[in-house]
T-cell receptor
């Protein structure tokens, strides 16, 4: 079974802090994704990566950056956290882009005070 | 533009009732994939089904069934004889073939009461 793990289930940070959300997958998938989930809005894509050191912006990249130094690990970085970044963050991976099933981690609920 | 609409925000049923979750999509692409995912209270989205736009056959898997109708751009999901464990948020999603972005609907929260 594919396993996608996220470093924290719950995180509380202060406005202006730099925040790192880590995601690791164990199935040698090429592609990894970061979404945020907000009530009534479903999942919105922040960034995705189709290879090591490669990244593409999704629908809402502002205020976020990502890093993929190793195939199995994809990090989401909030350079200066703001209260409007309080949300559930979901990481996913897939074998191929687009048409393939995505496998999700358990999510990180981030609260920015 | 691509869009997935799940008009039902919340549905509440009593155990053993049948329930249908609606999904309507918009796309200009001629080929695409449709998905349903389940998000239980634990938070992790779980894959349920993937359907290619060329394949309009309905599918049944145990108590779950899916009705894909290209003519109405709908991909509805029915749970027969619902159980409390079916309580979750269900997401419908669309990916154009060859595309990289999956568009998710807003989700439908299903409550199944004992």
């Amino acid at each position: 079974d594919v396993k996608v793990t996220q470093s924290s289930r719950y995180l509380v940070k202060r406005t202006g802090e730099k925040v790192f959300l880590e995601c690791v997958q164990d199935m040698d998938h090429e592609n990894m994704f970061w979404y945020r989930q907000d009530p009534g809005l479903g999942l919105r894509l922040i960034y995705f990566s189709y290879d090591v050191k490669m990244k593409e912006k999704g629908d809402i990249p502002e205020g976020y950056s990502v890093s993929r130094e190793k195939k199995e690990r994809f990090s989401l970085i909030l350079e200066s956290a703001s209260t409007n970044q309080t949300s559930m963050y979901l990481c996913a991976s897939s074998l191929s882009l687009g048409t393939d099933t995505q496998y999700f981690g358990p999510g990180t609920r981030l609260t920015v005070l | 533009a691509q869009k997935v609409t799940q008009a039902q925000t919340e549905i509440s049923v009593v155990e053993k009732e049948d329930v249908t979750l609606d999904c309507v999509y918009e796309t200009r692409d001629t080929t695409y994939y449709l998905f349903w995912y389940k998000q239980p209270p634990s938070g992790e989205l779980v894959f349920l089904i993937r359907r290619n736009s060329f394949d309009e056959q309905n599918e049944i898997s145990g108590r779950y069934s899916w009705n894909f109708q290209k003519s109405t751009s709908s991909f509805n999901f029915t749970i027969t004889a619902s159980q409390v464990v079916d309580s979750a948020v269900y997401f419908c999603a669309l990916t154009p073939t060859g595309g990289f972005k999956t568009i998710f609907g807003a989700g439908t929260r299903l409550f199944v009461k004992a």
